[in-house]
């Protein structure tokens, strides 16, 4: 039995499934990360955008707010400037050329710059001049007191001499029933008739 046409038969049959066999397709350069990060909300602006793909990258394309800029490719990174950023949102555009197949990716995402408003620190106070103004302020208080103190006696005052006026100059002030008033001091009330000897 001869094997060896067997042999170059099976061989051929071997190379011609392999060349058949669906070959396994590489992935794509996709983003992994990138700093400011999609959808981040930074306090700070950003000198620099990073960003990371899952290949090495022969070409980089980066584009900010509709601005193209250059990018440093190193490896699986590629690093864009971003000079100084106003504070708002900014939209990310990115397009690269994968080195392992040469396909090309493409991918958008956005991150906004919200400073954080600093708090104004109150200012400095002079303690001469803090104590001259707390001086100040109760010269001005027991000032207040007085006056009103002042105003209230002259308030009695007015209103006694009123009172006294009236009742010594006045003889009826005051009484009801009795006719013709009061007498002087010292004397007695006059006497009255019966009404019945009329």
Do not use: C
Not at 37 to 46: F, I, K, L, R
Not at 65 to 94: K, Q
Not at 169 to 194: A, C, K, N, R, Y
């Amino acid at each position: 039995m001869n094997l060896k046409p067997l042999g170059v038969t099976s061989g051929l049959l071997f190379l011609a499934a392999a060349a058949s066999a669906p070959q396994p397709v590489s992935a794509a350069a996709e983003l992994s990360a990138s700093a400011p990060a999609p959808g981040a909300e930074v306090s700070e602006a950003p000198s620099d955008l990073v960003l990371s793909f899952t290949q090495e990258i022969a070409e980089a394309r980066i584009i900010v707010n509709g601005s193209e800029l250059p990018g440093e490719i190193e490896e699986d990174n590629v690093t864009a400037p971003l000079g100084s950023l106003d504070d708002g949102d900014y939209v990310v555009e990115w397009a690269v050329t994968s080195e392992v197949d040469d396909r090309e990716t493409s991918g958008s995402f956005q991150f906004r710059v919200r400073a954080e408003v600093e708090s104004e620190s109150p200012p400095e106070v002079d303690p001469e001049a803090r104590a001259e103004r707390v001086e100040e302020v109760e010269d001005e208080n027991r000032t207040e007191v007085l006056l009103w103190t002042v105003l209230g006696i002259a308030a009695v005052a007015l209103l006694a001499l009123v009172f006294f006026y009236f009742r010594t100059s006045i003889p009826t002030f005051g009484t009801t029933g009795i006719q013709g008033g009061l007498p002087p001091p010292g004397q007695s009330p006059p006497e009255h008739e019966d009404d019945d000897e009329h």
